[in-house]
């Protein structure tokens, strides 16, 4: 069949309707995570944006789509609106795994050696690249992409195509999730942010009690061995909260959508 014969076979509408759902998925290779890593090209991210949109489009009930340029230019702002309050949504559970990490390299000691991080293209630090590398692999082997694009489709449940979001409702959402970053970071160091501390608290009981003892020579290579057991001994239990974290995350994204 030739384009112009394929082309013909649908109509302003649904070529309107398919732009629509394209500016709400768009987002997701902005801010979610693992579709808008920096290791995927731009050409592949666009064919599968491309892709998710056509998938999209039986489930996408809607009415008769203003095609005035001023209304469908606010139909595509409302919608990639909405999709970036998905996708922020669930980009704040990486980011709290970043944050750990984080926190960990300067607690540690490896924030001295940063690197470039393949997964944001950002500079970050040793433990920083491992926890993010870490919650990709645990992302994938959940099925994390199956729960973002079904939460996707359920967007269209709670904010039709035609309808405006609630401001107020996302906008607190936002703050949520925003908040919550710092106490998932803890959450997920806590157990070898106390135990460097312990290390560090002994080490100063000891630099008093013996001051011949180089403690700065005798502490690093110690808080490296406790952190990095530790860190060893902690990642199953990561796994286990980034499971529970990417559900709480698609079911908070999808309660702050809501029609005004």
Same mark, same amino acid.
């Given at each position: 069949?030739?384009?112009?014969?394929?082309?013909?076979?649908f109509? *302003?509408?649904?070529? %309107?309707?398919?732009?629509?759902?394209?500016?709400?998925?768009?987002?997701?290779f902005?801010?979610?995570? &693992? @579709?808008?890593s920096?290791?995927?090209?731009?050409?592949?991210?666009?064919?599968?944006?491309?892709? !998710?949109?056509?998938?999209l489009?039986?489930?996408?009930?809607? $009415?008769?789509?203003?095609?005035?340029?001023?209304?469908?230019?606010?139909?595509?702002?409302? *919608?990639?609106?909405?999709?970036? %309050? @998905?996708?922020?949504?669930?980009?704040? #559970?990486? %980011? +709290?795994?970043?944050?750990?990490?984080? &926190?960990?390299?300067n607690?540690? $000691?490896?924030s @001295?050696?940063? #690197?470039?991080?393949?997964?944001? $293209?950002?500079?970050?630090?040793?433990?920083?690249?491992?926890y993010? !590398?870490?919650?990709?692999?645990?992302?994938?082997? /959940?099925?994390?992409? *199956?729960?973002? /694009?079904?939460?996707?489709?359920?967007?269209?449940?709670?904010?039709?195509?035609?309808?405006?979001? %609630?401001?107020?409702?996302?906008?607190?959402?936002?703050? /949520?999730? =925003?908040?919550?970053?710092?106490?998932?970071?803890?959450? /997920?160091?806590?157990?070898?942010?106390?135990?460097?501390?312990?290390?560090?608290?002994?080490?100063?009981?000891?630099?008093?009690?013996?001051?011949?003892?180089?403690?700065?020579?005798?502490? =690093?290579?110690a808080? #490296?061995?406790?952190?990095?057991?530790?860190?060893?001994?902690?990642?199953?239990?990561?796994?286990?909260?980034?499971?529970?974290?990417?559900? &709480?995350?698609? +079911?908070?994204?999808?309660?702050?959508?809501?029609?005004?």
């Amino acid at each position: 069949m030739a384009a112009d014969q394929l082309l013909a076979h649908f109509s *302003e509408q649904q070529v %309107a309707a398919f732009f629509l759902v394209l500016a709400r998925v768009s987002p997701l290779f902005i801010l979610a995570p &693992l @579709f808008s890593s920096k290791s995927l090209p731009m050409r592949a991210k666009g064919i599968v944006a491309v892709a !998710l949109s056509v998938g999209l489009m039986p489930v996408v009930k809607h $009415g008769t789509i203003d095609l005035d340029p001023l209304g469908f230019g606010g139909l595509i702002i409302k *919608e990639v609106v909405v999709g970036l %309050a @998905f996708a922020y949504a669930l980009s704040a #559970m990486f %980011a +709290a795994l970043q944050v750990a990490g984080t &926190l960990l390299d300067n607690l540690i $000691g490896f924030s @001295f050696g940063a #690197m470039v991080d393949p997964i944001t $293209g950002t500079q970050s630090a040793v433990i920083q690249n491992v926890y993010a !590398l870490f919650g990709t692999a645990i992302f994938i082997a /959940i099925d994390g992409d *199956e729960w973002v /694009i079904k939460g996707l489709g359920r967007t269209y449940d709670a904010v039709p195509l035609l309808d405006a979001p %609630a401001l107020g409702s996302m906008v607190q959402g936002a703050q /949520i999730a =925003f908040s919550g970053i710092f106490a998932s970071a803890f959450m /997920i160091g806590a157990p070898v942010i106390i135990a460097v501390i312990i290390v560090d608290a002994a080490f100063g009981v000891v630099s008093k009690v013996v001051p011949q003892m180089n403690v700065f020579a005798v502490g =690093f290579p110690a808080k #490296m061995i406790v952190g990095l057991t530790l860190i060893g001994a902690s990642l199953p239990f990561v796994s286990g909260f980034i499971a529970d974290q990417l559900q &709480l995350s698609v +079911a908070q994204a999808l309660h702050m959508l809501r029609v005004a």
